[in-house]
């Protein structure tokens, strides 16, 4: 069974601009997680996406946003990105039987975005 | 809210060494807990996971945890370090039938030395 996959693994950006991030989940697999890992903040939960509905959101502004297509593949997309905004962005999925805090995630490898 | 604390960013110990790892959390309710690793350029994997019954839990690669409610710990060991487990360790607790969410600690990067 193939594992979670996202795309592009990197990306360099420069401020003001936005960005759209691609994850796949694994076959079966219908809820996706995002999480923002940085050397300073650790990882940090942006949402989750079940069923193509947003279940859980984190501590973002509102220019973080994502998406969930009918095939369970997951979009993140970040407009006028900020320095800040550097950061390895991980996806998550399972098969969510119960809840998301409960069920094993699986983790994609990750899109390391610099922002200049 | 929940919170976790890792005792120490990085760990250095010898290879055939006893690992052990420190996790501490804050949860106003019985938490679930978890381990997980991440090798370099790779996301995270599980590595072992509390819900509720037995407090000493197993996991892959030979990395145990043992959850201990009176010190709210969870601490991660593994009875001889092989240089395969150098890595980053994450240890994370949710508050699930509260607040669908994993909270994670900031990590302990595990180096292993000939």
């Keep these: 069974k193939a594992g979670v996959t996202q795309t592009p693994r ?5 401020r003001g601009q936005q960005v759209t991030l ?3 989940p694994i076959s079966g697999h219908r809820s996706v997680s995002w ?3 940085t050397p300073g903040q650790g990882l940090q939960f942006l949402f989750e996406y079940f069923s193509e509905t947003q279940r859980n959101k984190g501590n973002f502004p509102g220019r973080f946003s ?3 297509f009918s095939n369970s593949r997951s979009e993140m997309n970040v407009s006028t990105l900020e320095l800040g905004d550097s950061a390895l962005y991980l996806c998550a ?3 969510r039987t119960s809840g998301l805090s409960t069920d094993t995630q699986y983790f994609g490898p990750g ?3 610099t922002v200049l | 809210a929940q919170s976790v604390t890792q005792l120490g960013s990085h760990v250095s110990v010898s290879e055939g060494a006893l690992v052990l790892l420190r996790c501490n959390y804050s949860s106003s309710v019985p938490p679930y807990l978890f381990w997980y690793v991440q090798y370099p350029n790779q996301g995270l994997q599980l590595l072992l996971k509390y819900t509720t019954g037995a407090t000493l839990v197993k996991g892959i690669n030979g990395f145990e945890a043992e959850f201990k409610k009176s010190e709210t710990s969870f601490h991660l060991t593994k009875p001889s370090a092989h240089m395969s487990d150098a890595a980053e360790y994450f240890c994370a ?3 699930w039938d509260r607040d669908d969410k994993i909270i994670f600690g900031k990590g302990t990067r595990l180096h292993i030395l000939p």
């Design chain 1, 111 to 113: 899109t390391r975005l």
């Design chain 2, 93 to 95: 607790v949710s508050e």
């Design chain 1, 93 to 95: 999925s399972s098969s």
């Design chain 1, 35 to 37: 999480y923002q890992q």
């Design chain 1, 10 to 14: 990197y990306l360099i950006k420069t």
């Design chain 1, 22 to 24: 691609s994850c796949s």
């Design chain 1, 66 to 68: 994502g998406r969930q």
